[in-house]
């Protein structure tokens, strides 16, 4: 299980998780991967992966545009999504109906892409650019805009 925190524009997610003693304690036991846009943390499951986002609230509230899951299903899920699953409210299967992607350019988001139901992420290229990091993310139907 992946976590991954996509930075506001204009922040260092790592430097500035590293430099807090209080988000250095949280993190002690994980070792976050850095990304242009933000960091990954490897979690051993859902819960514990629920549970540290709960630990970072505080600089994820401050510091982070957006908070995704990957439970292994080949795409990520918003933090919606991951409590319901967690909860048991909702099992992800091919093909999920509520589905967006979102647009990364260097190093933060810049566009949120909701894509039709059975619609392909290639659908969508003329919507990015070359060098945009692409993330599909599954949502909640609540979380899905009405059409």
């Not at 290229?125 to 059409?147: F, I």
């Amino acid at each position: 299980m992946n976590v991954l925190l996509i930075q506001l524009e204009g922040v260092d997610l790592y430097t500035t998780l590293l430099k807090s003693e209080t988000s250095r304690g949280v993190l002690r036991f994980y070792q976050p991967d850095r990304l242009e846009y933000g960091i990954r943390i490897k979690t051993a499951s859902l819960g514990s992966a629920l549970a540290l986002i709960s630990e970072l609230r505080w600089y994820i509230q401050r510091y982070v545009d957006e908070v995704l899951f990957e439970p292994g299903y080949g795409a990520f899920c918003s933090s919606g999504l991951a409590r319901q699953i967690y909860e048991r409210d909702a099992k992800p299967a091919f093909p999920w109906k509520y589905r967006c992607l979102y647009r990364i350019a260097g190093d933060h988001m810049t566009d949120t892409i909701w894509m039709d139901e059975g619609a392909t992420r290639e659908a969508y290229a003329d919507r990015t650019e070359p060098d945009d990091t692409v993330l599909e993310v599954w949502c909640t139907e609540s979380e899905y805009p009405a059409g």
